[in-house]
Each structure stands twice: as C-alpha cells, then as structure tokens.
C-alpha cells in the first residue's frame, strides 16, 4: 500500500516520541533502583548526604553524648535506657514525717531526728544526754559539723560504759576522721552535763532518750530523780531558741512514772519563755511519747 510522504512522517514522529519515552521512563527506573541500592546499603547519615530528598528526618531528641554519625539502633537503646532509669529518692521533709508519724509510718525518734533540723545549724554546740547505742549522735554530728576542725560540737554522755562502745564503734564506721573530732563521748549522768559544757557556750539542743538500752540490761533504766536534775541543768545551758527533746519509753517498769514527772516538769514553765508540746497516740498506750521544750527569744 502506497502512503504519502506526510502519512510516513508523522509514523516516524510517533515512534521517536515513543522510543524517547521508554529510554527516560526506564532510565528514572534505573536511577530509582540504584538510589534504592545506596540507600540501604548506607551504614551512616554521609552516604545518605547525596540523596538528601530521600534522607529521613533526624530523631527529635538526640542524647548529647551521642554524634551525628551514631546509630539508629544506639539512639534507641539510648533513649530506652534514659526513659526507663530510676530517679533519685528525695530526701523527706519535716512535714512528710510528721504526716508518716500520724499515719503510724514513722517512728517517734524519726519525727524528733527531723524537727531538729529546724533548730540546729553548722557549728552549734549540742548534747545528748542519753547517746544509747550512738544513733542520736550521729544524727547530730552530721548536723552541726563544719569543714573545720573546731566548728560544731556534741557532748554525747553515759552511764553505761557499753553505751559509750556501741557509740564509739558506729561513729568510726559512719564519720570521717575530721568529723569524728566533733564529738565527745562521756561516761557520766546526764544530771551533771553542767560540769563538761563550757559555761560561756551556748547550747542549742540537748536530746533525751528516757529508758533503757536497746539490746541491753533492761533493769537498768533512766531514773526519775535523776532525768529531773538533767532538765533542770538543760534548762539553764540551753540558749534562747534552743530546744530540748525528749522521747519517753513508757513500756516498761518505771517507764510511765518518769514520763508523769518529765509532764510535770514541762507543765510548770512558764509560758512567756517556753512553749511545750506533747504528741502521744492515745490508743497505743505503750506508744513512747515526745515532749518538746522550745525556749523562747
């Protein structure tokens, strides 16, 4: 069949365009293919820098202890771990203990520990008139040590030479050498604390821990005729805003006899210079007691 140059001409002009459109349509296949190939062949973010259309966006929080060219699978493992640490226990505050106490979660030398944080600073001079087995003292030095060596002190006083062991022994595991110099360890009756306490220094707590020592002798208890003379010399070495703490065991033989004379004792000051408080649970009769003696400025 004959056709006419212009019927030829537009054949051929149809073939090209559609021989140019497969060579570009497989040319971007082979373009794609091979972007493919780089890119999961990369093992960093440089050899996705020549295809930065096709890059992913970066993590939105990229831990600063890791470069730019870290993994994918350490950022995770990274992150994971940050988000799944456990967070540092804050310590309590006075008022948490307080609440944990009338909870029935806290015990009464706890709540006593936390309120003399509140009286007691760096470099003040304190006394604990029944050390026991040291833990009172301790929580003292820890409370009125300084970075110097003549800054806070503590008179810790007993009459049992094994108290004064017990102590002596716990303070060495707890403290540092320049922290243990704060401390002064006495085998004596807490009624004659005037005799050690400089008359010039002012003291700013004196502790009580009416009883008998945990783990020893129970038959040897604080008097009451005794724990009286040692309130009456707390009373006149305390300086103004000092306070004098006092935890009652009232358990044993004894015990509830001395607790009505420290009451007593507490009842008669006067209320111009003193403010006394009591906190007892009134259906634990067994309960030990706290009295606090706060002298007024």
Request: proline share 5%; charged share 15%; aromatic share 6%.
């Amino acid at each position: 069949m004959m056709m006419s140059g212009l019927a030829i001409h537009n054949i051929m002009m149809r073939i090209c365009c559609h021989t140019a459109t497969a060579t570009i349509t497989s040319s971007r296949r082979h373009l794609f293919s091979k972007s493919s190939s780089n890119i999961q062949s990369a093992s960093g973010w440089g050899n996705l820098k020549r295809f930065p259309s096709l890059r992913p966006p970066p993590p939105t929080l990229l831990p600063h202890c890791f470069s730019s060219a870290s993994s994918l699978s350490s950022i995770t493992d990274a992150s994971s771990a940050a988000t799944t640490s456990t967070p540092a226990t804050p310590a309590l505050s006075e008022e948490d203990v307080m609440m944990g106490y009338v909870f029935g979660k806290k015990k009464a030398t706890q709540v006593a520990h936390s309120l003399w944080k509140r009286v007691v600073q760096k470099g003040d001079v304190v006394i604990d008139a029944t050390c026991g087995n040291g833990h009172d003292t301790l929580a003292l030095v820890n409370l009125v040590a300084d970075n110097t060596i003549h800054g806070g002190r503590v008179y810790a006083m007993d009459i049992q030479k094994v108290s004064l062991e017990t102590t002596s022994l716990l303070l060495d595991q707890s403290l540092t050498p320049d922290q243990r110099k704060h401390v002064e360890l006495l085998l004596m009756c807490h009624s004659k604390m005037e005799e050690v306490v400089p008359s010039d220094v002012a003291v700013r707590l004196v502790v009580f821990n009416l009883g008998y020592l945990p783990g020893g002798q129970k038959a040897l208890i604080t008097r009451s005729e005794t724990t009286l003379l040692a309130l009456e010399a707390a009373k006149r070495v305390l300086a103004p805003g000092g306070l004098i703490s006092i935890v009652v065991y009232v358990g044993h033989p004894g015990g509830r006899e001395e607790f009505e004379m420290v009451q007593a004792f507490a009842s008669e000051l006067p209320v111009q210079n003193w403010v006394c408080t009591k906190l007892q649970m009134l259906n634990r009769p067994s309960a030990p007691m706290i009295i606090l003696l706060y002298r007024r400025w």
